[in-house]
């Protein structure tokens, strides 16, 4: 069936698959809901925006981001409210971020009514597809990428901006163990480190590779230019408490800026916890560490949440951190920030958005 919503065009599958997915168990990515919104940015302008039954896209060998990589993408997540009502978690903060990440790439930016207008329509239409469990969320995948056929080695003057959705459970089912490598870079001053684009996550796969093969979840990453200070892990920004004050890496311009991080700082300024971003050193983490000082690591992203940091190897050497019980900051803002996400506590910052 063919709708027009103002702009947007939509086309409704004739065959939900929701009966035939376990929405409120399935694993982070593997199972997508039944539409995706797709726009087309061509000749100078943004021409085409639609909402269709997901599936494949054509590809050509020469499209232009499997050759140079001008692809960038946002994640966040949609909740159900008590009353079952859907919920949004700061979906401006990821439109501004989009944008921030293609004008560092080259890449035109993406108007309002597209992003916010276009995934709300994707997201009343896929409501359905947000799990009722209070571990599970619909996690919204938008990407945007360059599309021209062609090698040329300049910015593209065609791009897709696509938003997919998948419901998904906990992201990391324990507590993490990270290691920390000097041996790769994730980014550096002057790069592409503080944008969500593609190839950030693609340069890390041989770092993550190695620490998996050697028992850790994943890599954290020290700075480019010392390999003395903590930048982040991945797949999330971290935190320390050391004599109970959180300290987080600031944003150097090689680290992103991740939302979950800056939604926690500010919960726990307003909590009244003493909170610091500066250069943290890992001679200072490990320092702590020895002194008894160092109570809790944790790390924060969308995917993620706030996730425990269990162990942190530097060296060869674990450093094994108190266990969940004896933590109390992290798990106490991860409340808030669910209750905040789900609407089960009024929201002050104007970070949830209704549909
Ligand atoms: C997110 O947290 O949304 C990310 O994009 C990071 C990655 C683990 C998928």
């Not at 302008?45 to 997901?54: A, G, L, R, T």
């Not at 870079?185 to 590779?209: H, I, P, Q």
Request: aromatic share 10%; with cysteine.
């Amino acid at each position: 069936m063919q709708i027009v919503n103002s702009q947007i065009s939509i086309e409704k599958t004739n065959h939900s698959r929701i009966k035939e997915q376990d929405i409120n168990n399935s694993p982070f990515g593997k199972v997508f809901s039944d539409h995706m919104l797709v726009a087309t940015y061509a000749n100078d302008s943004w021409q085409e925006v639609k909402i269709i039954p997901y599936g494949n896209i054509p590809i050509c060998p020469s499209l232009s981001v499997l050759h140079y990589g001008q692809a960038v993408f946002e994640g966040l997540k949609a909740y159900k409210s008590p009353m079952g009502k859907p919920l949004l978690f700061r979906l401006e903060a990821n439109y501004k971020r989009i944008n921030e990440s293609a004008f560092r790439l080259c890449m035109p930016s993406i108007p309002e009514e597209i992003f916010i207008d276009g995934l709300k329509e994707l997201i009343r239409l896929d409501v359905d597809w947000i799990p009722n469990q209070s571990d599970s969320t619909l996690y919204i995948r938008p990407i945007y990428f360059a599309t021209d056929e062609s090698i040329a080695l300049r910015p593209a003057n065609s791009y897709k901006f696509i938003v997919i959705c998948c419901p998904t459970g906990t992201f990391y089912s324990a507590p993490v163990k990270l290691i920390v490598t000097d041996k790769y870079v994730r980014a550096f001053e002057g790069g592409t480190g503080a944008t969500k684009c593609a190839g950030n996550y693609g340069g890390s796969f041989l770092a993550d590779k190695e620490a998996k093969q050697q028992g850790y979840d994943n890599v954290l990453w020290l700075d480019g230019k010392e390999k003395k200070y903590i930048e982040e892990c991945g797949t999330m920004n971290v935190a320390f408490v050391i004599n109970d004050v959180v300290i987080t890496p600031k944003l150097t311009g090689s680290i992103l800026g991740g939302i979950t991080r800056d939604s926690v700082l500010t919960l726990f300024r307003d909590m009244g916890v003493k909170v610091e971003e500066r250069l943290i050193s890992i001679d200072e983490v490990v320092k702590a560490y020895e002194m008894g000082n160092l109570s809790e690591a944790f790390g924060m992203g969308t995917a993620a949440t706030i996730a425990h940091i269990s162990t942190i190897n530097y060296q060869g050497k674990d450093m094994i951190l108190p266990t969940v019980d004896e933590r109390k900051y992290a798990s106490q803002v991860l409340q808030k920030l669910e209750d905040i996400k789900t609407g089960k506590i009024t929201d002050p910052y104007g970070w949830v958005s209704q549909l």
